[in-house]
Nanobody, 119 residues
Framework: QVQLQESGPGLVKPSQTLSLTCTVP??????????WSWIRQPPGKGLEWMGA???????DYSPSLKSRTSISRDTSKNQFTLQLSSVTPEDTAVYYCARGPGLISYNYWGQGTQVTVSS
């Protein structure tokens, strides 16, 4: 069983950068050949894949969010981090981290964390 734990602020002001961390207590996040993704679900809408960091450290991003999204990792802490810049209220959502064998295939999820963008 793989556990993932999201953490970060629940409230972010418009125009600021949202930063969330996913911790994988059992580690390591370098295990072949997994993808570590960030997915979000705005209220009343479906799931949206945002991006992923691969076991190798390379990254992939949703084209619609690529200009505002950055995913990085700290392998010593078994953590990977999402940064989403220039947020607006439309970025309000439950944010999840997940692991899977592909970009849009997940077999383990975090519990999700609510992020609200509001002044």
């Amino acid at each position: 069983q793989v556990q993932l734990q999201e953490s970060g602020p629940g409230l972010v002001k418009p125009s600021q950068t949202l930063s969330l961390t996913c911790t994988v207590p059992g580690g390591p996040i370098t295990t072949n050949y997994y993808y570590w993704s960030w997915i979000r679900q705005p209220p009343g809408k479906g799931l949206e894949w945002m991006g992923a960091i691969r076991y190798s450290g390379s990254t992939d991003y949703s084209p619609s969010l690529k200009s505002r999204t950055s995913i990085s990792r700290d392998t010593s802490k078994n953590q990977f981090t999402l940064q989403l810049s220039s947020v607006t209220p439309e970025d309000t959502a439950v944010y999840y981290c997940a692991r899977g064998p592909g970009l849009i295939s997940y077999n383990y999820w975090g519990q999700g964390t609510q992020v609200t963008v509001s002044s």
